[in-house]
C-alpha cells in the first residue's frame, strides 16, 4: 500500500525555521513526484514545492522561493521540506502528496494540480506568529 506520513509541523516566530518530513512506504521515491501542499483556513489547497528524485528536478511556488528548500532522502524513504524565514502567511496545514508522472510530465505539473492527486498524507500545522 501507498502510504505518506508527514511530521515535523508546529508553532514559530516569524523569520524562524521548521522542517517538515514525509515519510513514504509501499514505493520507491525515483517513481514517484512528491510534493508539498498547504491548506489556510478558507483558502484552497496550493502546492509550495515539489521534487521528482529520478532527475532531481524541483519545482517552488514563488511565495516560497528561496525560502523553502525540497529535498529526498532515498535511503530513508523521506522528502523534507527545510522552510526557512517563515512569515505569518505561511500559517497552514501541511500535507504531502505522490503521484507518477504521466510520460512527458514534468514536476511542476505535481505542484499545479492537486485535484489529480490521489496519495496524500495526513496534514501537519505550520502556525507562524507575528
Known amino acids: 500500500d501507498v502510504q505518506l506520513q508527514a511530521s515535523g509541523g508546529g508553532l514559530v516566530q516569524a523569520g524562524g525555521s521548521l522542517r517538515l518530513s514525509c515519510l513514504v512506504s509501499g514505493f520507491s521515491l525515483d517513481d514517484y513526484a512528491i510534493g508539498w501542499f498547504r491548506q489556510a483556513p478558507g483558502k484552497e489547497r496550493a502546492g509550495v514545492s515539489c521534487?521528482?528524485?529520478?532527475?532531481?528536478?524541483?519545482y517552488y511556488a514563488d511565495s516560497v522561493k528561496g525560502r523553502f528548500t525540497i529535498s529526498a532522502d532515498n535511503a530513508k524513504n523521506t522528502v523534507y521540506l527545510q522552510m526557512n524565514s517563515l512569515k505569518p502567511e505561511d500559517t497552514a496545514v501541511y500535507y504531502c502528496?505522490?503521484?507518477?508522472?504521466?510520460?512527458?510530465?514534468?514536476?511542476?505539473?505535481?505542484?499545479?494540480?492537486?485535484?489529480?492527486?490521489?496519495?496524500w498524507g495526513q496534514g501537519t500545522q505550520v502556525t507562524v506568529s507575528s
Open positions: 502528496a505522490a503521484e507518477v508522472l504521466p510520460p512527458g510530465g514534468v514536476v511542476s505539473d505535481t505542484c499545479r494540480r492537486v485535484a489529480r492527486l490521489y496519495y
Open positions: 521534487i521528482d528524485s529520478s532527475d532531481d528536478s524541483t
